[in-house]
């Protein structure tokens, strides 16, 4: 209670309410009721996207870290392609070559076309799920790799040595120790993926960045759609940052 009492915060709390205060008072939000279950709708979309994505770009990212910390070369070397060729190149491009690339290959295949996956597959949404999860698993895969290699190797020869079975130890000992190091970092990397998540307007899903935008074209108002924009993200960001702190704390850093 002190530690927020302190003058300096005081001030940047009386600083922040005033902004806050000016901008509901002075700015145009007449239009917010009448967008507001759009806008609902595509925050709930952004949430949606954010949360499945970080979850199958992390389960695709262990395995890829794993390959290229321990792997055979058979292994290592794909997981190493894959990782490089994620990170070097932007994620629109690669948002664009599955949506405009195999969205254009599938109507070709006939039996696709006749197929009950054909109504999914003529959506946008699941190129765009399907390019942040690979985005996410590229830059993931080589977090874990640091992960993994940093987890004291006497700890698993110990371990060997009192004869536990390999995928005991990998469950037991080597992935809660590499995840409780990859935490911070992917705390960070989960926060820009959040950012990332407006390129998927480019392909006519509606998240709340394409709301905001919607909302300039119809109505030629441009700040105040920005500004709850931003507020919007800020808010998802600081819960994505309460989260990953109590991981950090629940997940052992060692075991015993």
Known sequence: MKAL???????????????VLWCVFTLRWDWLPKYL?????????????????????????????????????YLAAPARVFCTVIRGTPLLLQLWLLYYGL????????????????????QAWPYAVLALTLSFAGYEGEVMRGAFKGVPKGQLEAAKAMG?????????IWLPQAVHRALPTLGGETVLQLKATPLVATITVVDIYAVSSRVRQDTYIVYEPLLLLAVVYMVITGIIVLAFRA??????????
Do not use: N
């Open 5 to 19: 009492l302190q003058p300096h915060r005081i001030v940047m709390l009386a600083i922040a309410a005033a902004i």
């Open 37 to 73: 279950p759009l806008a609902v709708e595509g925050i709930w979309r952004t949430v949606w996207i954010l949360a499945v994505t970080v979850v199958m770009g992390m389960a695709l990212a262990i395995p890829l870290g794993l390959a290229q910390a321990v792997g055979p070369w």
């Open 103 to 122: 969205g254009s290959l599938f109507p070709q295949i006939p039996w696709i076309r006749q197929s009950d996956l054909w109504p999914i597959l003529r």
């Open 164 to 172: 536990m079975p390999r995928w005991k130890i990998l469950t037991r």
């Open 247 to 256: 991981l950090e704390r629940r997940v052992p850093s060692r075991i015993a």
